[in-house]
């Protein structure tokens, strides 16, 4: 058997379960999977990059600021990855408060100084977090000086902040399915009423154009208190991909097992849909030159940058 290494994220999220599938689709064809939840997030990417894990999957809110060079990247760059597969896996960015704030805008926040305690991945400058924040008016630092407090979401992290009373505001990926990260959403809705708050328009318009999001809108009673169609960005791309310089065999491999085997997508925890006529297209890399000759055998349509 020949060992592969694939960089997931957090045990049991998305990226995780892809390398699940990609696993039990290989193993027929003398490939051993390894998942490491060490590439969560921002790592994911160097991982692959710099040749720890042979195969990764993560999606364009990290490729985007990747390709614009953002230092937390590691220097990854996109001109030397190139992508296997491209699977649907649906999720919205989710901006909630608390109810008892008696807030309708984030532009309150500063308005009346309120030390809230946010809930979100980091907020450093340059980052999506930062992003919204800035748009309504403010800073992490900001919101620090008048008694705010910042709390990381991260599924690999074992804190209770929501379940401790110790969260007023949530900003995060929101989507189907109880996983590490998806749970603080269980929790919140669960334990508080939480006001669902619009994405604005220029918001939206900015975290199109730099931080990989698509237009869309979080489904009616997706949680509790998703009482309509929330305005907001979406991802419906998780990209399985590997080094565009992988020798030709592995990556054609798992393009022909996963889609011989595709059903197996649909036994996972989270909503995967394996969509042929989307599989080959993405817009972020090049497919790797082994998979392209196979979808185009296939006649599976492609479209890359």
């Not at 907020?123 to 309504?136: E, I, K, N, Q």
């Not at 599924?155 to 590490?180: A, C, F, Q, W």
């Not at 931080?211 to 419906?236: A, C, N």
Request: charged share 25%; proline share 7%; glycine share 8%.
């Amino acid at each position: 058997m020949t060992k592969i290494l694939f960089a997931g994220s957090t045990v049991g999220e998305p990226w995780w379960l892809a390398g699940e599938v990609v696993r039990d689709a290989v193993r027929p064809h003398g490939y051993e999977v390894d998942i490491t939840d060490e590439s969560a997030s921002n790592h994911n990417l160097p991982w692959v990059w710099g040749g720890k894990a042979q195969l990764g999957a993560t999606v364009p809110e990290h490729f985007a600021p990747a390709k614009a060079g953002r230092p937390e990247y590691g220097g990854a760059k996109l001109d030397d990855l190139a992508a296997i597969a491209t699977i649907v896996r649906p999720s919205w960015l989710g901006l909630a408060v608390r109810a008892e704030l008696g807030i309708s805008n984030l532009r309150e926040v500063k308005q009346k100084r309120i030390p809230v305690r946010l809930f979100s991945p980091p907020a450093d400058d340059g980052t999506l977090v930062d992003a919204v924040l800035r748009y309504h008016g403010f800073s992490m630092e900001e919101l620090r000086s008048w008694g705010g407090q910042h709390y990381r979401w991260s599924g690999r992290r074992k804190e209770s902040h929501v379940r401790d009373n110790e969260v007023d505001v949530m900003l995060g990926n929101i989507y189907h399915g109880y996983t590490p990260h998806g749970r603080f959403w269980f929790e919140a809705t669960t334990l508080y009423e939480m006001r669902f708050l619009d994405l604005e328009p220029g918001l939206i318009d900015t975290l199109v154009k730099h931080h990989g999001f698509e237009r869309g809108s979080i489904p009616e009673l997706l949680f509790p208190f998703v009482d309509r169609e929330i305005p907001s960005v979406k991802q419906t791309q998780m990209i399985i991909y590997c080094r565009k310089d992988q020798p030709d065999r592995l990556p054609e491999t798992v393009a022909r097992a996963i889609d011989e085997q595709a059903h197996l997508f649909k036994e996972k925890r989270v909503p995967f849909y394996y969509e042929r006529d989307r599989i080959g297209k993405n817009d972020f890399l090049p497919l790797h030159p082994a998979v392209e000759r196979y979808y185009r055998a296939k006649g599976y349509p492609i479209s890359t940058p």
